[in-house]
């Protein structure tokens, strides 16, 4: 399996839609260019604000957005919370390695940041954003307030598109921490994108405990998968 690496340069490049062709296969349905311009042109009707876009990042967009932005914020989003929910069988995770990534699913609150993009900039940073978040159409795009420390604003986040194939509803904490602990692809393994999650939201000063109670499952997982070592 051919590694990647997730930079905006393999977004724009087509590196990460031919890595996921290839897992896929040729039956796999992507956004077109004509689908895409059309999202964002309608996601930027429907702003108040068309002078103020920001991103709201849960994942792995907290530690490596690759899309240009101006503004950086910690930001909390209420109404929606953060949940391994969609299966990854591309990405960090192939057919034979499913995984799982994150999405925002109804209910709750979530921590983050948020990214302001420069006016003049803001359809090609988006269409980067959408290359990498909406490929294949699992996630679907919503306005959010967000709440930072100098305001609110309103943001771009990605929720769990409920009608894709991907998504899945009701895993058990256990299952959830087998598929992050096995899950692997060409970006890397799901549970390193656990860690990385929750290391950068604890270094922001954010907590969120389901997330660091499956990093604690997950270990579990992996030193149960870890043969013993030979004795002499």
């Not at 077109?32 to 311009?37: A, L, Q, V």
């Not at 990042?57 to 209420?78: K, M, Y």
């Not at 899950?183 to 990385?196: I, R, V």
């Not at 270094?203 to 998968?225: F, K, P, T």
Request: aromatic share 8%; charged share 25%.
């Amino acid at each position: 399996m051919t590694k990647l690496t997730l930079t905006r340069e393999s977004i724009l490049d087509g590196s990460l839609r031919a890595s996921s062709k290839a897992l896929l296969g040729p039956g796999v349905v992507f956004m077109t260019d004509e689908e895409r311009t059309r999202q964002i042109t309608e996601m930027l009707a429907n702003t108040p604000r068309p002078d103020r876009v920001w991103v709201f990042g849960f994942g792995s967009l907290i530690w490596n957005p690759a899309f240009h932005f101006v503004e950086r914020r910690t930001a909390l989003v209420r109404g929606f919370h953060r949940q391994f929910c969609l299966l990854a069988r591309a990405g960090r995770g192939s057919p034979q390695s499913p995984g799982l990534m994150l999405a925002l699913e109804r209910g709750g609150s979530c921590h983050g940041v948020a990214y302001r993009i420069a006016p003049e900039q803001v359809h090609a940073e988006l269409d980067v954003v959408w290359r990498r978040e909406m490929l294949t159409g699992a996630y679907r795009a919503v306005w959010v307030t967000v709440r930072t420390p100098d305001g609110p604003e309103h943001a771009i986040a990605f929720a769990a598109n409920q009608a894709h194939e991907r998504y899945v509803r009701g895993l058990d904490t256990d299952e959830t921490a087998r598929l992050l602990a096995t899950g692997s692809g060409p970006l890397g393994t799901c549970c390193d994108y656990l860690f990385d999650t929750v290391t950068h939201l604890t270094q922001l000063g954010i907590r969120d405990r389901r997330m660091e109670a499956l990093v604690e499952r997950v270990r579990v997982h992996l030193e149960s998968a870890t043969p013993p070592a030979l004795s002499d």
